[in-house]
């Protein structure tokens, strides 16, 4: 099957996984600002990697666009986060996401990295209040993603790891 890859990467971590996700498959890859239906319809296969950000998934947009044009082809979702996984956490963010004709889409998950030098000011001072409300709490009732945000506060952390592309690589492998 012949497969593309479409992303939306705003920091480089997704970016970083589709690399190597095409490495991996031979795929090609494309951003979905520059993704034309012409040349997606092409592809047997598509996977849509892009960051999570306030429980949205950047490109996700796209296929929301073109499900219609697109229902006879695999698809498949790679989301990038800061947070370590969390299965209730990744749950809502599925629900939120995947309602409607995306409902039944596959969503894989793999973590990506943190540099609050590198964040636009804007995200900087998200980050910086959500900061300021999770300190508020007790620490031993942070929930996953709020430890992660609390332990990365002024540090440059990498989490992105290819392991990370395995159970994607496997529901590839299933429809070749």
């Avoid at 480089?12 to 951003?31: C, F, H, N, R, S």
């Avoid at 012409?38 to 950047?58: E, H, P």
């Avoid at 666009?65 to 809502?92: M, N, T, W, Y």
């Avoid at 007790?138 to 992660?148: C, F, I, L, R, V």
Wanted: positive net charge.
């Amino acid at each position: 099957m012949k497969g593309i890859i479409l992303y939306q990467s705003k920091y480089g971590a997704t970016k970083k996984y589709v690399k190597w996700l095409a490495e991996i498959t031979g795929y090609d890859y494309i951003e979905t600002k520059q993704a034309h239906m012409k040349t997606v319809s092409q592809y047997d296969m598509i996977v849509l990697a892009g960051g999570i950000y306030a429980s949205g998934i950047s490109g996700l947009s796209f296929l929301k666009q073109h499900i219609s044009e697109l229902k006879k082809k695999r698809i498949a979702v790679f989301c990038v986060g800061a947070s370590p996984f969390d299965e209730d956490a990744f749950q809502q963010m599925y629900e939120h996401n995947f309602k409607g004709s995306l409902h039944g889409i596959p969503c894989y998950y793999g973590r990506g990295a943190w540099d609050e030098k590198a964040m636009s000011f804007k995200d900087r001072t998200l980050c910086k209040m959500l900061q300021k409300v999770v300190a508020k709490k007790e620490p031993a009732t942070y929930e996953p993603w709020e430890k992660a945000l609390m332990c990365a506060v002024g540090q440059s952390c990498d989490w992105t790891d290819k392991t990370y592309l395995q159970p994607l690589l496997k529901w590839i492998e299933m429809g070749q």
